[in-house]
């Protein structure tokens, strides 16, 4: 299987930072393709802005939203296909959502096991089940698993939802080490996200610099 892609998230403590511009030009140059940021930090004007930016870069660009109602997921939802998103990952699956989603032709994973919690839960037979139903959805490209921050058994878990669908998994959330990267070749994801871990210069000094480490650390592997 082809090696999983990075999609650098322009978001510290699950909020897009208001210098996501400024940061993404100093490191447009750096070898991602995939880049993105939350619904949550920047007002509409300048999401829209950001996204034109990194559109004219020629990246290919991800809305992950953190919203938990309806509400909260539809309208960043719809922001998305105003803006252009390429993909959104993350909401709470809602019908509603799909709609939009197939109507603009947007690649979309749902989170699992995030109904109440910004951190998963549930026991391992409730994912599977959430995530197989999810799966048989037309329009849902994949499932979203914010792996490290499950309550459980990690990796029994990963395995066990990768086991229950035909669809690929987006791990997101609290990639900060070495060995978490190690964990995600061993889950082989379709994409996985870094964000915070770049503002905390856990892979480099530079913002550029972090991103060729981690792409070299996958490339050496």
């Known amino acids: 299987m082809s090696k999983p892609i990075l999609v650098v998230m322009l978001t510290k403590d699950d909020v897009t930072v208001k210098n996501a511009k400024e940061i993404f030009l100093e490191a447009k140059d750096a070898p991602c393709q995939y880049w993105g940021f939350k619904e949550v930090g920047l007002p ?5 802005d950001l996204v034109q930016c990194m559109k004219a870069a020629g990246k290919t660009t991800f809305l992950e939203i953190v919203g938990k109602t309806e509400e909260e997921c539809l309208k960043p939802v719809q922001l998305a296909a105003e803006c252009g998103f390429d993909a959104v990952t993350g909401t709470v ?8 989603i197939k109507k603009h032709n947007i690649l979309y994973l749902p989170f699992i096991g995030e109904r109440y ?9 409730e994912l599977t089940k959430e995530a197989s139903e999810l799966s048989r959805k037309e329009g849902v490209a994949g499932i979203n698993i914010a792996a490290f921050r499950y309550d459980g058994d990690v990796e029994k878990m990963v395995f066990a939802v990768k086991d229950a ?5 987006c791990c997101v959330g609290s990639i ?3 060995e978490r990267l190690d964990m995600i ?4 994801p379709w994409y996985f996200t870094i964000g915070s871990a770049f503002f905390d210069k856990t892979f480099g000094e530079t913002f550029t610099q972090q991103i060729i480490n981690v792409q070299n650390y996958l490339d050496s592997k």
């Not at 509409?44 to 829209?48: G, L, Q, Y």
């Not at 919690?117 to 037979?125: A, F, P, R, W």
């Open 44 to 48: 509409p004007e300048e999401m829209k």
């Open 165 to 169: 669908i035909d669809k690929p998994i």
């Open 176 to 178: 900060n080490s070495y």
């Open 185 to 188: 070749l061993k889950f082989e």
């Open 117 to 125: 919690t910004l951190h998963m839960s549930g026991t391992i037979e």
């Open 93 to 100: 699956y809602y019908d509603s959502i799909l709609e939009v």
